[in-house]
């Protein structure tokens, strides 16, 4: 009888550790939701790739707390509900502990307000409008990228010095679009009182689906601006590049500026195709930052991909590792721990020291201006010269962005 006892009680206790041992070996599990399929997929490509790259090394070194990383890939196709949908299958079916994505402003701040219901930590990487760390902060939600305002403070003071005084815009004809205008038009003002900008009736706002952009061109260049502020990305951006510069658009005394022109995906799809000595802004720029971290990064995406990592690609890459870092700090993967980690984070990326506001999740990074020009070393134009603008520099207060996560703690 002894016998049959003991017999089962070790029985029991193999059981026992062959679970322990096998819930310990279990994934840790990150879910990316980017646009994968139609126009604007090359910015989901590249942040699959940095995502990829990243996850890769952290199993190479051991992985998370002891634990390899597993990756699950989403299409939010642009759309909101899609990207919901995804979300809440990437938390309830595939029990993901992080989220990390996000490419359209539109979405996010339809998505974000959904994060705290899920009680997951998503890592912003692309979507850029204020409103994500600024009134629709919660919790869950942190951002490792620039956001408008302060790309856009960045390229006020570019505008500052450009000798321009009479402004207008084109952008895309939702969130992020307006937004742009309205932050521009607000930091310009205050640093060069004598700046004017063109009535909403007169400037231009297509709508993201628009192929033909004659129309808006034309009209730009009829109200005869000194200066324009274009916030179209993506595929959008390379259409009205393209016709622009067959129309004129780029041979007068206009001075140029694009939020988002030094985006790899908009350089590579131009070539040289991308009109020399125009000022653009990017999230991340590969050339930027002589470190050691951003070299390696920079040689090993080339080693794997055959070209240079685009913020999308450093955004993903970054989150992973900040993903890591926070783990390693809380030293667990619970969400709620994770939360708290992510909180005052301050690491390195390739594009330099970084940290999360604890305030409103926001990271603290620095802006990349610089001139568009050709260099033979290149398949396509680069930044010469380059401006960084510190993140300290132009970013707003807490008390500027509407967040009132803080005071509900």
Known sequence: MKKKVWSVLLAFSFFLLSVAGASAAAPVKIGFIYIMSGPLSAYGQFAKQGAELAIKEVNAAGGINGRQVEGFFEDSTGKADVAL???????????????????SSGVANTVVPSIEQLKTPLIVTHAATPDVTGSLCNKYTFRIALNMSQNVKAAALVA???GATKWTTVGPDYAFGHQSWEYFSKYLQE????????????????????TD??????????????????SLWGGNLIDFVRQASGMGFFNGDMQILMSLGAATEVLTALGDKMPEGLWVGTRYWFL????PLNNQFVKDYFSAYGAYPSYNAHGAYSAVHAFKAAAAKAGSVDKEAIVKALEGLKIEIPTGPIEFRAEDHQAITDAHWGKTASDPAYAHRILKPVKVFKG????PAVSETGCNMGAAK
């Open 85 to 103: 949908r995804a979300i809440r299958k990437l938390v309830y079916q595939d029990k993901v502990d992080l989220l990390v994505g996000l490419d």
């Open 213 to 230: 952009f004659s129309a808006y061109i034309t009209k730009i260049m009829a109200s005869k601006p000194d200066g324009v502020f274009i």
């Open 191 to 210: 640093l060069n009182p004598k700046a004017t900008f063109l009535p909403n009736d007169q400037v231009a706002f297509p709508p993201s689906s628009t």
């Open 288 to 291: 930027a930052n002589d470190s």
């Open 160 to 162: 500052k010095d450009s």
């Open 392 to 395: 300290s520099e132009i970013t």
